[in-house]
């Protein structure tokens, strides 16, 4: 018997991916989709599904949902994900959120973004990396699905934290396609703008750099300087990341990374530097090291939409309700 599932913000990219997945689940059945307005159809809201579904959109409600589904995937903005999810765990729903209003220490998200109208739950919640808190996740009933820079750099950074130098600063350099930005148009992300184009945004001061402290520190107990610097670049899906470390004592770096990962599905440790086009439609993170004596490299790659949101959500639903870790996630990617 499948587990019914429920899909919050379908109008989105990731809302979109969520659905595509789960239509050939082995065990989720989606019941329900919606989105702030409703009135409308999910083939009419994407028409890239005409002829595949045409369930109805609702204007989210949380006692609806609870009717008709276990488990429901919040694709909202960050502050509107927190209020609908307090009402659902009141509901007895387990909550994927793919927002950061879970993500983070109550100090440091109030710092980053805005007062916490859910408090309460914030202990409850687990970080969605399963890399790192695959136990967790399997008994818990909220997780805060990481957002796709955090999760391409932490899954490279991790494995090396130990030994690298905590008097010296960590550079990020980060680029994304441009799906990542969302569909709310914007200055940055239109076509004059992005195409033959390549450049950095909120360098230094994006809220992905506490997190990524944070959670190396949580994760590590370590205190690491993190320098983060995201950068857009033309093309719509994907994302690469660059470390820039310095190591404190003698290693066999390459070593090091294929052990820490040789029981994990969903990592590749690669002998060559990494592309996005070899992670694009999958839920893989390729990761690749290189070292010049005190000085380590590290080459991190996934698909933003994919394993930077939707396709990670969709692992940590099957690890909640018991289920393989890779059930209805796709592992060939788009390519060529």
Request: glycine share 4%; aromatic share 8%; net charge negative.
């Amino acid at each position: 018997m499948k587990t019914n599932v429920s899909i919050v913000g379908a109008t989105g990219y990731t809302g979109l991916e969520l659905v595509k997945i789960l239509l050939n689940h082995p065990q989720f059945n989606i019941t329900y989709i919606a989105n702030s307005s409703g009135e409308t159809t999910i083939d009419r809201l994407h028409p890239s599904l005409t002829n595949v579904i045409n369930m109805e959109v609702h204007k989210a409600d949380a006692n609806e949902i609870a009717k008709v589904s276990e488990v429901c995937f919040l694709a909202l903005p960050h502050k509107t994900s927190m209020s609908f999810a307090k009402e659902l765990l009141k509901l007895g729903v387990k909550v994927v959120d793919l927002s950061a209003d879970y993500r983070l220490e109550l100090e440091t998200y109030e710092k980053h973004y805005c007062p916490h109208e859910d408090k309460d739950n914030i202990p409850n919640s687990v970080y969605g990396l399963p890399e790192f808190y695959e136990d967790e996740i399997k008994n818990s009933s909220l997780v805060a699905n990481p957002g796709c820079y955090p999760t391409a750099t932490l899954l490279a950074l991790i494995p090396f934290v130990k030994y690298i130098d905590a008097n010296t600063n960590i550079f990020v350099d980060a680029k994304s396609g441009v799906s990542g930005a969302g569909k709310k148009l914007s200055e940055l992300t239109q076509f004059v703008t992005v195409n033959d184009n390549i450049f950095a945004y909120n360098p230094m001061k994006h809220r992905h750099m506490p997190e990524i402290q944070e959670k190396v520190q949580l994760i590590e107990n370590k205190n690491l300087k993190v320098n983060f610097v995201p950068h857009l670049i033309p093309v719509t899906r994907g994302m690469l990341v660059s470390i820039y470390a310095t190591l404190n004592t003698d290693i066999d770096a390459k070593q090091i990374l294929k052990d820490y990962y040789k029981d994990s599905e969903f990592v590749r440790v690669k002998d060559s530097c990494v592309d996005i086009k070899s992670t694009a439609g999958t839920n893989f993170c390729d990761i690749f090291v290189d070292q010049n004596d005190d000085a380590i490299f590290i080459n991190s790659s996934i698909d933003n939409l994919l394993r930077g949101a939707s396709s990670q959500a969709v692992v940590n639903a099957n690890l909640m309700c018991g289920f393989d870790a890779n059930a209805g996630i796709n592992k060939i990617s788009y390519v060529p």
